[in-house]
């Protein structure tokens, strides 16, 4: 599927704000979609609505770093009910979660993107059509493998020359 990865490109060591998608095996651990934009009953049962005042928070000092929060909140988060469509459903992977490490990244999910090609802020994002497809296909703990070598291949090694 054609996918958008984070402006700092794919990195082996995830910071918060660096922009980078974390490579590595990352299951997904929760759907959270928006109720007034996507009818539960396309989506699996244990996808969870998320409520007006629903936050992520993203503050490496917040005991609460890398968790789903509730207004008010006095630490910086962002809103899961955005104006725009990006978090109208959400793929909620394992990436520093549930016991957060501060400073090494927080909420990485999948969720729409903004146009092909555009890049996000370290998340995976994709066609809302293809997130949709593959929300319905998914079951908890489905592992997503974001590699840095095209396919997960590895660079071949070069033949040495032989000398006669």
């Given at each position: 599927m054609p996918c958008t990865i984070g402006r700092g490109g794919i990195?082996?060591?995830k910071r918060e704000g660096d922009g980078g998608t974390p490579v590595g095996r990352h299951e997904?651990?929760?759907?959270?979609?928006?109720?007034?934009?996507?009818?539960q009953r396309r989506l699996p049962r244990w996808a969870?609505?998320?409520?007006?005042?629903?936050?992520?928070?993203?503050?490496?000092?917040?005991?609460?770093y890398n968790q789903l929060v509730a207004a008010?909140?006095?630490?910086?988060?962002?809103?899961?009910?955005?104006p725009d469509p990006l978090y109208d459903l959400i793929l909620v992977t394992d990436w520093n979660w549930p016991d957060a490490l501060p400073g090494r990244g927080s909420a990485i999910f999948l969720h729409s993107w903004r146009r092909p090609g555009a890049p996000t802020a370290g998340c995976i994002g994709l066609s809302r059509h293809n997130l949709l497809w593959l929300a319905r296909r998914l079951t908890p703990r489905t592992a997503l493998r974001v590699n840095d070598q095209p396919w997960g291949l590895r660079a071949p090694k070069r033949a040495e020359p032989t000398r006669t």
């Open positions: 990195v082996p060591d997904i651990v929760a759907m959270l979609y928006r109720p007034d934009r996507i009818e969870v609505p998320i409520r007006p005042g629903d936050l992520w928070s993203d503050d490496v000092a917040d005991p609460e008010p909140h006095d630490w910086s988060h962002e809103s899961l009910r955005r």
